[in-house]
């Protein structure tokens, strides 16, 4: 079993920076897919980034340049810089870990970006 707890959402300014951190407890995590996803009112919830056990990462194109993820396996934690954000980036975000068939989600973290 896998458990992940999300935090660094918050209310920023168009043009802003947070970084997201998700804190994953159980084994595994360094062979593990990390992936983060967002969900905004009234829409379907959206991949934004993933990073590979191995350290490969890939980006939702509507982020690319702006997002960087990465992981550090000592600490059991993915992050998501966010930099250059913008109102439409306003959503929660949700931690994901992939690993041998299984999926496993946080709870989430809000981030608002204001115009």
């Known amino acids: 079993q896998v458990q992940l707890v999300e935090s660094g959402g918050g209310l920023v300014q168009a043009g802003g920076s947070l970084r997201l951190s998700c804190a994953a407890s159980?084994?595994?995590?360094?062979?593990?897919?990390m992936a983060w996803y967002r969900q905004a009112p009234g829409k379907q919830r959206e991949f934004v980034a993933r990073i590979a056990s191995g350290g490969i990462t890939n980006y939702a194109d509507s982020v690319k340049g702006r997002f960087t993820i990465s992981r550090d396996n000592a600490k059991n934690t993915v992050y998501l810089q966010m930099n250059s954000l913008k109102p439409e980036d306003t959503a929660v975000y949700y931690c994901n870990s992939a690993k041998q068939g299984y999926s496993y989600w946080g709870q989430g973290t809000q981030v608002t970006v204001s115009s």
């Open positions: 159980g084994s595994g995590f360094s062979i593990s897919a």
